[in-house]
């Protein structure tokens, strides 16, 4: 059984980037599809951005041209490249390796500031 850990987060200026990294054990990585959530304060769980074991991707509208997300499976870690920051994006960002039922990070908080 997968087991997902997030770190990177911190607090960042408006216009800044951070790079998220997601770090699996207990199970190989390349044969998960692996994605990124945040939730912000008062909303509810949103998708980010996510990557197929094939290495497709795809993006929430709202961060697209701006968030790269990548795999390393050889590293057995994923990444999620977070540049020209809003206030908006600020929230605890979740890793998931495998779907919903999947596992789950427990979160890392990423605060932009204005």
């Known amino acids: 059984q997968v087991h997902v850990v997030e770190s990177g987060g911190g607090l960042v200026q408006s216009g800044g980037s951070l790079r998220l990294s997601c770090a699996a054990s207990?199970?190989?990585?390349?044969?998960?599809?692996m994605g990124w959530y945040r939730r912000a304060p008062g909303k509810q769980r949103e998708v980010v951005a996510t990557?197929?074991?094939?290495?497709?991707?795809n993006y929430g509208d709202s961060v697209k041209g701006r968030f790269t997300i990548s795999r390393d499976n050889a590293k057995n870690t994923a990444y999620l490249q977070m540049n020209s920051l809003k206030p908006e994006d600020t929230a605890v960002y979740y890793c998931?390796?495998?779907?919903?039922?999947?596992?789950w990070g427990q979160g890392t908080q990423v605060t932009v500031s204005s």
């Open positions: 990557i197929t074991s094939g290495g497709i991707t």
């Open positions: 998931n390796a495998g779907g919903r039922m999947g596992a």
């Open positions: 207990g199970s190989t990585l390349s044969i998960y599809d």
